[in-house]
């Protein structure tokens, strides 16, 4: 599977797209790397598409020209899945941001793949409706389906995998096909749109989606809660799930996180370990709600219990949360994000989670971490200044022993970042040679020049 | 893409299965068909697999020789799914019927693909848990899988696709797979899991699942409404959505479905379209959910509301509603079901029955109608005498009216019957050539043979 860049290809590609496609420096830096410590590496060119039909061209030429191809929206990921490590063309996708239709009666909407998180909502806010993916960080909504993003908010509503109904995709080929179509649910054939949500550009390229949504809840409220241990806090929220209690959001906050976040946000939360709650209703179903979580998490050693339904501080307190990343960066001197994503039944997470913090206090590791608690996922939140190799393959020793653990406890490597360039590896051991021997054989029957995203989920090793 | 059946493959089955292995008349007889009208054909030998090694064998003895194998659980498809039209191998995993683990603090369980819909409700309720996918017949868990089956309590717990985590497989040429792990969720790579499900046994076969679980509701309610027409009906069911209102369940029926299902289950529900809702939850909460969902449904139309927590009468009440298709067969001699279960955007579902029901009066063909009302499926419960090709003929050109009707308001031919043998060129029309295409390249990818259900969900010519 070699893939050679080509002059003749960017040549081809100005020809036909003119000045959407450029070579300049600064435009191919910023294509050259996400938010994460990976190797940044220059693209060949970047070219803007503003319509499906200029992702069908690129793709033409580059298809021809055996020139990689690599999907960009905002650049937010975190396993340098954006990052073109093999050259070729940057295909920029933020410029393809309308938002294309809005059904209230159907709870759906279709946009392009440019369009991002917060510009949704702001757009649907109007309509009095929401799209409740949230990953923290302002992605587009192309590159959380590429990644299989999810977020606070999956305890409640589910992750992409779950809140996508169809996607336009082009093909390496240039071919544009749809995956189904707009009903709420279809038994019609293969499930197109679930090969492509998460399959990080290596496949085509996204260039609509069609998206569930929901009407804004009546009531949004708030509360913190805090516990003396993390296994506490995590056999409370089990319990609150296993009673089918309505939670939105429920976070996991270490001590270290919370002061982390004091420092960052300046807010003055307690720097014990801390759960963060949203709770979406009517008024009196969140009552309902609130009420029973509160005595079920009182029961396991919760305390402090405060709540808000004020939308300024709410935003504030989730704000706050969201940054907990650049809180941690901003502690770093050169410091960039070497995000750990580790996803493992909930019965098993406080093992989990205290089993990491020994080991990072053994390999005294300034780690905070965070926690999609409801789903079993939580991040390593660690820093590393990517220019200084020790740093970083000591934190990777960590980073294995991490995901080992998680494996061994029947999780994944990753819940919600993808495998990027970080992971190929454990991939397989995860999911070991057959199951990845399966993709790579998908791969080559739908990118048989293998243009897309090369180097990226599964190993070189699998196309020989 | 040739197959050729072989006794000498037979043979070698027998000698490394023994008994396992039948040819005998009756058993064969009992796998050429499933509840549908389509055509029996008798496979060559059935094989009883008792474990994921059986599978195995089975598998690669049937490659090596290019034998057809298709996997069979209870035999209640619709669409002829489990039909060995080409003869081969009818592969019997109703024998494969234990419940393996599970988990409360989790809320999975860890299964044999013959383990049937209400046994594993029966074993579960003594974890105080259940699995809520119904689709009416006593389907076996790996047929659900297979086809992407959902049915009535879709609106509030998702299908078969949102509640598989993960999948063990075995691969045309035996090797053992397994699709994911069993963290709640994760980004590892392509999502091999949603490969499988509605893939009706054309990649592989699934010999093991682990399913999402929830705790049994404090409170089940279940409600009955009158409308005068389909339209104000559907019309509530979408405010009733919009608003977030926890139901469970809300089914349409025709006055001719409720007239079928009076004679047939002796109940006396009144001859006008009816919806049937349930409620889950706690005591207060189902209590808010009833008074908000009737309070919406009288002011489009609803009329009569009663409500019944009493459980023997809300199981008649079920059973009579899943009973409806047999009623419907019930009124003719012969008569064999051919369901139609095309599912359009919920916008569009009062034009698409009221359309459909005007075609039925016009063409005077006999035809309840049940539907799935907040996912916008619906079912025209047709009967047909297999027997009598004229009237065959007649119903397809119905049905192909009606898929024509629903596809050309973004609707599917299939909400959850799968494509079968019957909707092969539906698919098309429904999803173009390029998609269905990728799906051959993926088929001709994983199965190179060709052994795998062939003859299914995409047609031959695909293969040239």
Known sequence: MTVIAHSSAVDELKLALGDKVSVNDTIREHHSKDESFHTPTMPDAVVFATCTSDVATTLKICNKHRVPVVPFGAGTSLEGNCNPIRGGVSLDLSQMDKVLRVSGEDLDCTLQPGVRRKQLNDFLSSYGLFFPVDPGADATLGGMASTGASGTTTVKYGAMKQLVLSLTVVTPNGDVITTSRRARKTSAGYDLTHLFIGSEGTLGVITELTLRLFGVPEVIAAATMQFPTVREAVDGVIEVIQFGIGVARIELLDSDAVMAVNKYSQTSLPEKTLLLLEFHGSSDSTAIDIAATREVLER????????????????????????????????????????TDVCVPISRLSDCIEQTQHDLAESKIFGPIIGHVGDGNFHVVLTADPDDNAEVEYLEAFHTRLVERALSMEGTCTGEHGIGVGKIDYLVNELGHGAVGMMASIKT??????????GKIIADSFYV
Chains 1, 2 share one sequence.
Do not use: Y
């Open 300 to 339: 396991h050693g919760g305390e402090g219990f405060v709540q808000t339904s004020d939308e300024a501080e709410r935003r504030k307190l989730w704000q706050a949360r969201h940054d907990t990343a650049l809180a941690c960066r901003a502690l770093k001197r050169n410091g960039r994000i070497f995000a």
């Open 445 to 454: 029957a739908l990118d048989p020049n293998g243009i897309m995203n090369p």
